[in-house]
């Protein structure tokens, strides 16, 4: 896998939790004997593979008893954020988002278990060991990342003549939204989005190869990459061919009602698709996002999540010992590949990933192949430890230019400044 990240450096503070450092060594010498309780928390959109994992944990492990706790991608973050400062959690383990990461290390790092005894450098990518390595040392175990691809109806495409072979940028894709709109009497709208997140932001700005901040750490909220994610974005409002969604339930509900005839999203969404919505099979297909320019990338990542095991756990053995199965068992990763269209991180399962099965859903598609190259194009970017309040800070802006008419360059550039001079000076 081709990976490119920003080398984070992670410097000794003192923790604002009042843990110590824990490392576990890998003692468990009849690994059928496995017994106990765990409680595994994880965002909702990592429902589905967590339970294919947990599924084949108990097979191993029968005796071990597993609760799944899902809570939004957000609340997981402040969920371990006050574990760790309460020095008291219900909680086991979790799987993050990376973007969290270097924050999550930077805040609290002794609040985490080393997990260099569970973790064979060899099988994950350089950049993937770096950022889960502080100087307490390896502190996640990489499980996977999710590849953008837009999600497209052929029916409706078909209907009205459009070929999506032929939308190769952004501007091509605008210009298919109002043949849309005008045809279905604005009862279907081109695109499905979240504005209630950054994650269409952020997801627009990682095809640029950007993030929000620089290799020094600096935001670059104001600078021109950021200002054409956002200018995309606000073409899209202002022509009404956005119908909005929430959260899983009301994407879910966007899908079913035939009321969107495209969606941004990582390839994960192909198996919410053929679950919820049985009925439309062979009506969906996926392309790659258009690029930005003619000739340009893209490839990119929609997210990409971690497992990390609290101090504060209750069951610390236990729980390193689910996070190593979950991180290196080629079944069940092979299966979250197979069901969610996930890449994972574990090369041996990446190796062996099948290029060439067709989706029988997605009208014999070989999702796949294009995940796999699309894999292997995309950057990782800089995300260091500022990144949850810089995100909360963009929310608001992002709001104030698509909703409340707030001038967009303007309102970026004030942004970046705020955040250079008061959170980062």
Same mark, same amino acid.
């Given at each position: 896998?081709?990976?490119?990240?920003?080398?984070l450096?992670?410097?000794?503070v003192?923790?604002?939790?009042?843990?110590t450092?824990?490392?576990?060594?890998?003692?468990?010498?009849?690994?059928?004997?496995?017994?106990?309780?765990?409680?595994?928390?994880?965002?909702?959109?990592?429902?589905?593979?967590?339970?294919?994992?947990?599924?084949?944990?108990?097979?191993?492990?029968?005796?071990?008893e597993?609760?799944?706790?899902?809570?939004?991608?957000?609340?997981?973050?402040?969920?371990?954020?006050?574990?760790?400062?309460?020095?008291?959690?219900?909680?086991?383990?979790?799987?993050i988002?990376?973007?969290?990461?270097?924050?999550?290390?930077?805040?609290?790092?002794?609040?985490?278990?080393?997990?260099?005894?569970?973790?064979?450098?060899?099988?994950?990518?350089?950049?993937?060991?770096?950022?889960i390595?502080?100087?307490?040392?390896?502190?996640?175990?990489?499980?996977?990342?999710?590849?953008?691809?837009?999600?497209?109806?052929?029916?409706?495409f078909?209907?009205?003549?459009?070929?999506?072979?032929?939308?190769k940028?952004?501007?091509?894709?605008?210009?298919?939204g /109002?043949k849309?709109?005008?045809?279905t009497? #604005?009862?279907?709208? &081109? @695109?499905? $989005?979240?504005? =209630?997140? *950054?994650? !269409?932001?952020?997801?627009?700005?990682?095809?640029?190869?950007?993030?929000?901040?620089?290799?020094?750490?600096?935001?670059?909220?104001?600078?021109?990459?950021?200002?054409?994610?956002?200018?995309l974005?606000k073409?899209?409002?202002? /022509?009404?061919?956005?119908?909005?969604?929430? #959260?899983?339930?009301? &994407? @879910?509900? $966007?899908?079913? =009602?035939? *009321?969107? !005839?495209?969606?941004?999203?990582?390839?994960s969404l192909s198996?919410?698709?053929?679950?919820?919505?049985?009925?439309?099979?062979?009506?969906?297909g996926?392309i790659?996002?258009?690029?930005?320019e003619?000739?340009?990338?893209?490839?990119?990542?929609?997210?990409?999540?971690?497992?990390?095991?609290?101090?504060?756990?209750?069951?610390?053995?236990?729980? *390193?010992?689910?996070?190593?199965?979950?991180?290196?068992?080629?079944n069940?990763?092979?299966?979250?590949?197979?069901?969610?269209?996930?890449?994972?991180?574990?090369?041996?399962?990446?190796?062996?990933l099948?290029?060439?099965?067709?989706?029988?859903?997605?009208?014999f598609?070989?999702i796949?192949?294009?995940?796999?190259?699309?894999?292997?194009?995309?950057m990782?970017?800089?995300y260091?430890?500022?990144?949850?309040?810089?995100?909360?800070?963009?929310?608001?802006?992002?709001?104030?230019?698509?909703?409340d008419?707030?001038?967009?360059?303007?309102?970026?550039?004030?942004?970046?400044?705020?955040i250079?001079?008061?959170?980062?000076?």
């Amino acid at each position: 896998m081709k990976r490119v990240f920003v080398l984070l450096l992670f410097i000794f503070v003192f923790s604002t939790s009042s843990c110590t450092f824990t490392k576990v060594k890998k003692t468990v010498t009849n690994p059928k004997k496995l017994e106990g309780k765990l409680t595994v928390c994880a965002s909702t959109q990592d429902e589905a593979s967590m339970k294919i994992v947990i599924a084949d944990f108990k097979s191993e492990y029968p005796k071990v008893e597993i609760d799944l706790s899902l809570l939004d991608e957000e609340a997981v973050y402040n969920k371990l954020s006050t574990d760790l400062i309460g020095n008291n959690s219900e909680v086991d383990l979790v799987a993050i988002e990376n973007s969290y990461l270097p924050g999550l290390l930077y805040k609290y790092p002794l609040g985490f278990v080393n997990l260099s005894d569970y973790i064979s450098k060899k099988n994950y990518s350089s950049s993937n060991i770096e950022l889960i390595t502080s100087k307490n040392g390896i502190m996640a175990m990489p499980w996977y990342e999710d590849v953008s691809v837009l999600y497209y109806r052929r029916d409706i495409f078909k209907s009205l003549g459009i070929d999506p072979m032929t939308i190769k940028t952004w501007e091509d894709y605008l210009s298919i939204g /109002s043949k849309i709109k005008e045809a279905t009497m #604005d009862k279907i709208r &081109l @695109v499905g $989005l979240n504005f =209630n997140n *950054s994650n !269409a932001f952020k997801m627009l700005l990682n095809q640029l190869n950007a993030s929000y901040f620089d290799d020094n750490d600096k935001c670059i909220l104001g600078k021109e990459k950021a200002i054409t994610v956002l200018t995309l974005l606000k073409q899209l409002q202002d /022509s009404k061919y956005v119908n909005g969604y929430t #959260d899983n339930k009301s &994407l @879910v509900n $966007l899908l079913k =009602n035939d *009321s969107i !005839a495209t969606i941004p999203y990582g390839g994960s969404l192909s198996g919410v698709i053929e679950k919820e919505c049985p009925e439309e099979s062979g009506k969906w297909g996926i392309i790659k996002l258009p690029a930005f320019e003619v000739g340009g990338n893209r490839a990119g990542f929609y997210s990409s999540t971690s497992l990390m095991v609290p101090i504060v756990s209750k069951n610390i053995e236990l729980a *390193s010992e689910f996070v190593s199965f979950a991180g290196s068992d080629k079944n069940a990763l092979l299966k979250i590949n197979e069901d969610n269209k996930l890449m994972p991180e574990y090369a041996p399962a990446y190796d062996s990933l099948d290029f060439k099965k067709k989706s029988e859903y997605f009208a014999f598609q070989n999702i796949n192949s294009i995940l796999i190259d699309l894999d292997n194009q995309a950057m990782e970017v800089n995300y260091n430890n500022n990144y949850d309040e810089v995100n909360k800070m963009l929310l608001q802006a992002q709001k104030s230019v698509l909703f409340d008419n707030s001038v967009l360059r303007e309102t970026l550039t004030q942004l970046m400044n705020k955040i250079n001079n008061s959170l980062l000076g």
